[in-house]
């Protein structure tokens, strides 16, 4: 099974579009797990087995992990998941950029150190850069189209000679071009809805990443509408910290699993509205 099946199979069957990011941040950790040697791992399972009922995925956000010297962890994490929910998709969160040999490791540290089904990736750099991931063409590529931060505008919505902007170049390039093996998704933020509405209206169905609701503010109701496929589907809705540290307390995981379930209903109840 592909990705691509996989993630629209985890839609149907979980009945969610919520995407639980873990990023990993000891210093926010409960008290429970303070100086302890599998503090990362320990919380992140513990995240995981509280919040999937409601998730259709986990996506590991690479840098929190590799700060912390906790790669092997993650390691670990992965394959955990995929043994204890083999259906979730895991989307590993690295936004590489390079070239060549470079990039080939990299899509090897992904999809073959990690086990991910789908890994985040920069186009700065041209489809040569992009080639390495596509080439595994049973796992997904999920390329930054239209980031959730501000700053993203000074580039991404520089537009071309032809008026478009580059977001929506890129959006193009990916959908028509690149998507050979139908493995591809863009990351499109939910802090700008109306680029979102524009993206789904360039790509079909293809999958949009969309983080930026939580901590970051994107409202979920105008994000649900403006992703949304035919099907009602097509989104993985990323939270992360406002999910994971929902409590430091005692509670901590019933916290997080409170915090997923009324996300993962209010993407729900937008759905619906907007149906």
């Known amino acids: ?82 043994e204890r929910h083999p259906d979730l998709p895991i989307v590993l969160d690295a936004k590489r950029g390079d070239i060549g040999s470079t990039a080939e490791q990299y899509a090897r540290e992904a999809f073959e150190r990690y086990g991910a089904d789908a890994v985040t990736v920069n186009p700065y750099m041209g489809r040569d850069s992009v080639q390495p991931y596509i080439d595994y063409g049973e796992r997904g590529v999920i390329i930054l189209c239209r980031t959730s931060n501000a700053g993203g505008a000074d580039l991404q919505d520089m537009r071309l000679a032809n008026g478009t902007p580059l977001y929506l170049h890129v959006a193009d390039q990916v959908a028509r071009v690149w998507n050979t093996n139908g493995q591809c998704a863009l990351v499109v933020g939910a802090t700008f809805p109306e680029e979102i509405t524009q993206v789904r209206r360039r790509v079909g169905d293809m999958p949009l990443l969309i983080p930026g609701i939580g901590a970051q503010g994107g409202d979920i109701r105008a994000t649900a509408q403006a992703g949304r496929t035919a099907a009602g589907t097509g989104m993985m809705i990323n939270s992360s910290r406002a999910i994971l540290y929902a409590s430091a307390d005692e509670d901590w995981e019933q916290a997080a699993a409170r915090t997923a379930l009324a996300t993962r209903d209010a993407i729900r109840e937008a759905l619906r509205d907007g149906a």
Request: aromatic letters at 10%.
């Open 1 to 82: 099974m592909n990705f691509t099946d996989k993630l629209n199979r985890a839609w149907v069957a979980q009945d969610s579009l919520l995407m639980v990011g873990l990023d990993p941040d000891p210093r926010r950790f409960p008290r429970e797990l303070a100086g302890r040697s599998d503090a990362v791992t320990e919380f992140c399972l513990r995240i995981v087995e509280a919040t999937a009922p409601y998730a259709c995925g986990f996506k590991p956000q690479i840098a929190y992990f590799a700060a912390l010297g906790a790669e092997d962890q993650l390691q670990d994490i992965c394959r955990t998941i995929r």
